[in-house]
């Protein structure tokens, strides 16, 4: 377990008491600990403190203070993150700022179809007050009970709603910021259209705390759908589900909300783990798709189209078989299919993960040629291939051969992995990450292949907006470290 700081009697920890209260600046090891380790246990920090303002106005306060004392901050929402981002290093200097008692809703307007929120907001509360409102935020991962939309917004989160309704980005239409210096921007404007220049909106979106911190949002709604209706398709190839897609957009249009891909070997592992969750197929085929229709009119109206799509399909010979859910129960069966791989994986044992995105009309070509360079380096491992394909964004998981120690499999091989997939991924012009960020995890594996204008670019950004590199240092970007003791 981590140590405080020994140095917590400074001037900036008495100057945090006196702005938020003592028990609102956390220096005892026991209860930092929560907030200085990630998600995935696979980063431990250490921290001076974990401050938890209570609004903008103390976030301005403490950021205030951090600049004055050249501390670096840390923001954290829900600390779900899976790329470390919300992680202080492991020297001790760094504090964590807290975002979670920003736990208000401000607004919901209906006729403008937006809810303003505190960063803090969690995001199934951001759902479900929006449902109240007969509105629908179609925001949705599986970290939803925990994750905020401060964090969110930060990541740019994407999650099983993109197809139809975007990311985290194309949901904001304003934002309020607390810059480096500890001045409060409000643009919390709920505008669809505004051309005034520079978008600082979409700059702090997806910056992962590197440019300041956010403390509220204008997020739009959509309508409530009348119902959801799921379906699986069985096909022999990830080619298959790319026509597949083709005809499924042209006959559901902006009703698709969902098209999953989950190759056969997922299948099998999830039937291997979790045995209760039945296998809807008489044999194995190579890819299965989970589809989702969104449907404005009714339930009866959605199953009548997936028939009229699955028939056309078979017929084309694209779809080897399928089966629509007939009832809510088995569409959360179908979707619990999907949200069981990852679990099923890691009872199986260690991997090395990839969260990659390639343009969509390249899937098909990316996996059988990215999966041989694999067979041939590193026989028999074993490909855990799932993800958003109507986004272009694959989950390219390695799990060790059959029998083979996980431990020893990635200690030798993650490298070796990393750089055949991130190589392949590069070569069809896409990108290392497509969801879960860079944090500390890929910083070095961005600079390797972004090119050097693209890095200059973002480092001219970084040192226009935070000079003393004070917000979030080493995440996204290396940057030289600034922090320490008081300077001034
Ligand atoms: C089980 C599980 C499933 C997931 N599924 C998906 C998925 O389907 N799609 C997807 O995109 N992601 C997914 N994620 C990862 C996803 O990025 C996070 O869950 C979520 O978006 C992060 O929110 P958070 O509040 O936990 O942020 P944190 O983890 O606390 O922080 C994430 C980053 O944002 C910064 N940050 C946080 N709040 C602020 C703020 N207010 N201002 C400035 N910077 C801030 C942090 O410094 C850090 O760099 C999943 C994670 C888990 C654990």
Redesign the pocket.
Known sequence: MSQAHPDTSTAFLDACIAALGAQHVLTDAHDTAPFVTD?RKRYQGAARAVLCPADTREVAAVVKLAHAHRIAL?????????AG??TPDAAGGEAVLS?RRLNRVREIDPHNNTITVE?GVILAEVQARAAEAGRLFPLS???EG???I??????N????GVLRYGNTRELCLGLEVVTPEGEIWDGLRGLRKDNTGYDLRDLFIG???TL????AAVMKLHPQPAARVTALAALGSAHAALDFLALAQRYAGPLLTGFELMSDFCMRLVGRHFPQLRYPFQTHHAQVVLLELSDNESEEHARALFERLMEAALEQGLVEDAVVAESLAQSQAFWNIREHI?LAQAQEGLNVKHDIGVPISRIGHFIEETDAEIARTVPGARMVTFGHLGDGNLHYNVQAPEGVDPKSFLAENEKTLNRIVYDSVHRHRGTISA???L?QLKVDEAAHYKSAVELRLMQAIKAALDPLNLM?PG?VLRTPRSTGEASA
């Open positions: 998600w840390v923001p954290q929402g829900g600390n779900t993150g899976l981002g919300a975002l960063a991962l599986a970290a925990s994750c905020t401060g964090g969110n917004l930060s990541t989160a994407g999650g099983t910056a992962e705390g300041g911190i956010i403390t990852p969801e879960h960020g944090g979030n995440k």
